[in-house]
């Protein structure tokens, strides 16, 4: 049964689903309710304020500030959450970006009692991860694995076969009724299963010669953000930041 945004889930973990209206990112949030111990996955630089305001009023301490790989639409908001917060910025060895913390394929990191397992599954970029909660039957897919989707490979190092790959691999792997939690989407849904997107995802339920060729011609416009996005996400977002965002949160 998929989880609510915002419900108290067993074993006294708290987790929020947060949105970006302009890049369509979902920004999670999970913390350990006996610790206060927190972890935030893909922040958006113009929302740090809300995040870290929702941090301070659930009375939780950020430890991560994690990305699932290096964004080309959006400005991260790690590089802001660590001056706020004091926490530590996250992400995979082989993304290219600068963070406090470098993730491999199978490393474990914990927030609080609980562990999350990095799985390296590249495609969209070579540094994606997806970040398995093996204790709650969660998985954070980023762009690797959307809704019904999956993300682009016609840029950032992309790769139709090698996503086909890690998704078959890595995620579909998993037991069925895990939850998937992707970086975007652009339909309003929040969230599905490994079951449903073993039966339902229209792309990735096809050989991969079938995968290939749609992969290869689906003509997408350039990315409307890659040019700003990506040099400031590789400096962990800390790189010609809008004057209007605001940091001093109290």
Known sequence: MALKTGTMLKNRILFRQLFDNASFTYTYLLGDVNSKECIIIDPVLEQVKRDFKLVNE?????????????????????GYLKQ????????????????????????????????????ATPGHT???LSYYFEDQQMVFTGDTLLIRGCGRTDFQ???????????????FTLPLDTIVYPAHDYKGVMSSSVAEELKFNPRLT?????????MNNLNLDYPKQIDKAVPANRVCGLHDIPDDIDIKIK
């Open 84 to 119: 706020l917060s004091g926490c530590k910025s996250v992400i995979s060895k082989m993304s290219g970006a600068q963070a406090d913390i470098y993730l491999e394929d199978e490393d474990i990191f914990s927030f609080g009692n609980y562990n999350l397992k990095a799985l």
């Open 206 to 214: 096809k050989s991969l010669k079938e995968f290939v060729d749609i």
């Open 157 to 171: 190092e992309g790769s139709p076969e090698v996503l086909y790959k890690s998704v078959h691999s890595k995620i």
């Open 58 to 78: 659930l009375g939780l301490k950020l430890k991560f500030a994690m990305n699932t790989h290096m964004h080309a639409d959006h400005i991260t908001g790690s």
């Open 126 to 128: 070579n540094g994606c």
